[in-house]
């Protein structure tokens, strides 16, 4: 699978993908919402799904999406979640 970083298209990297959980059940997951229209409608059925397989879900959104998340969020993030979901969406 290729996936293209979309913050640097003249020199793509290559990057292992992250681990898969061993589990959901009991897992604290984040849903990142960056502000885009619509990916709190995909993050809402996601959530859903994966609370259905025994996940708690903790939601961030950031205050835009045309600039990264900042530093205190992504601090947040990294202290309560095991893995965070990004919606992409428009």
């Known amino acids: 699978m290729i996936i293209l970083d979309p913050t640097n298209e003249r020199g793509p990297r290559t990057r292992p993908r992250a681990p898969r959980l061993a589990r959901l059940d009991g897992a604290t ?3 990142l ?9 995909f993050l809402n059925r996601l959530a859903g799904l994966l609370e259905q397989r025994g996940a708690r879900i903790v939601r961030f959104r950031k205050p835009t999406f045309t600039k990264p998340a900042p530093q ?9 979640c095991v893995a965070v979901i ?3 969406a428009d």
């Open 72 to 80: 205190d969020l992504r601090q947040e993030i990294h202290a309560k």
């Open 86 to 88: 990004e919606a992409l």
């Open 33 to 41: 919402d960056i502000s885009k229209p619509r990916g709190d409608i």
């Open 29 to 31: 997951l984040g849903l």
